[in-house]
């Protein structure tokens, strides 16, 4: 369950089914799995604003466990629906800003599926990490070879990690389907194996 932390001013006003309590601030801690666009959709506001909102966060895909983001400030209206017995059609404003919304998370997680050089925060030397709350361990060529895979273009990067032609670092996991992508401390992922035997990523190297 999320946490949320509210500090409320006196005064509120009902309209349509809908109470409006005006907030000084709202805050969020960050749980395991969190990310900004998840955040936005849930709080109905924008990447960009929450990042306007918390000068702490260096990398938008970089979001750290138990971390109180702010969310609203300054008297913004925060919306909760009342219970009521009748139906109401969505304005075309509010219908609006839910596909504005949507379409900032579907952009986030496009660009966080692009190639780049991440944080390189997994190593050999501490051997697991975590990363927006995903478990990532390493799978070395030098001990096990892994030569069954069908990678076009398989490489060694400078950063030690095995890639394939698209740039793309090789992972091997359980839970996600063969050639999706993902993000990763180290860059972005594609999968290419299983057999995992935990719910993160095996990251490809050769550590």
């Known amino acids: 369950m999320k946490k949320f932390a509210f ?6 006003g009902l309209f349509a089914g809908t109470s409006v309590a005006f907030a000084d601030e709202q805050t ?7 990310t900004l666009s998840s955040l936005a959709a849930t709080y ?6 929450i990042l306007s909102l918390n000068d702490s966060i260096e990398d938008p895909n970089l979001i750290f466990d138990g971390e109180t983001l702010l969310i609203f400030s300054d008297g913004q209206p925060v919306d909760r629906t009342t219970t009521s017995s009748s139906t109401t059609e969505p304005t075309e404003t509010q219908s609006q800003t839910a596909e504005e919304n949507t379409a900032a998370a579907t952009n986030s997680q496009t660009q966080s599926s692009t190639p780049g050089a991440g944080s390189g ?3 050999p030397v501490d ?11 390493y ?16 490489h060694v990067a400078s950063d030690g990690t095995i890639r394939d032609t698209d740039g793309y ?28 035997g935990h719910s993160g990523i095996d990251v490809y190297t050769n550590w």
């Open 7 to 12: 500090t409320l001013v006196a005064g509120f």
């Open 28 to 34: 969020h801690v960050v749980e395991p799995g969190d």
């Open 44 to 49: 109905q506001t924008t990447i960009d604003d």
């Open 121 to 123: 925060v997994l190593n």
């Open 127 to 137: 051997g697991i990490n975590y990363y927006n709350g995903v478990r990532e361990s």
């Open 139 to 154: 799978y070395s060529q030098k001990v096990l070879p892994g030569g069954g895979l069908s990678i076009p273009g398989r």
């Open 169 to 196: 670092i090789v992972v091997a996991s359980d839970n996600q389907a063969k050639g999706s992508t993902g993000q990763s401390s180290l860059g972005a992922y594609k999968v290419y194996d299983t057999g995992v």
